[in-house]
């Protein structure tokens, strides 16, 4: 007997995974060639839909962001107050220059402990 | 809030050391492994002397260096603020602080050691990080006097690496 397609059996049809529901707005947006490359494989090797695989990339990009972001913040807060000069007392005597680099260099010379 | 890594903790990120896993753990999250200028110094200084000693240290130098090529890890600069800071911090505190532990080696390798110790403070203070140290005593006296120069600023968190 010759085999026919008639007689093989029903092929399911290949069904993209579903993304799981996600609560929010709904955009569209215009997904960049080299972009689009990178999400079908993310979609590929984690099996789920481009969709999912391109909110879960955002989601990676996002988190990295507010790290920074975070970081950034408090630096520039902690660093503007250290480098916030200090007014001079009124009346004090200044230093010649020779006592300020003494001043300076008291410790290299084990003057000060 | 994110954390740099002191001396004690990551001296011992290596291998099958006691915080390896953190690394992991790290990259599990994909979260950043931030580390202080003057930590690096310390880790290379400790490593390249024992290469002179003896040559199989090269490995753990080697280990080093590809650990601070990893796309996670962070070296958080020491630049002009955590330089003025650390200035201010060892005028304040010129000594390391007495306490209930014995420390090692000669008086002066504490002295050099608590250098170190203020410059990776003001470093991870300066750079909007807290630390992660074992050291968590003499850490804290350093948080306490980083409060004390700057009143009112977010303070220094000091997180307790021990394990």
Redesign the interface.
Known sequence: MVASLLMAPPRRPTRAPRAPRRAGARTTLRVPDDLADTVERYAEQHRTSTNDALIRLAYGGAKRYEYEREVEELARVRREAILQRTPVPAGVRVPTSAETTAAILAWRRGEID | ??QAWDTSVASRAHGDGRHADLVRQHELA???IALPAPTVQELVYGLHAHIRLESAFHASADWFAAFLEHSLVHVIPFD??SA??AGRLLAHL??PPTGPRRREGTRARQRAAWALDVQIAACA?????GVLTENVDDFSVLRDAIAEL?P???PLVVSDGRI
């Open positions: 809030m994110p994909e979260r950043p002009a603020a003025v800071l010129p000594h203070f300066a750079g909007g990080y700057l009112g600023v977010p």
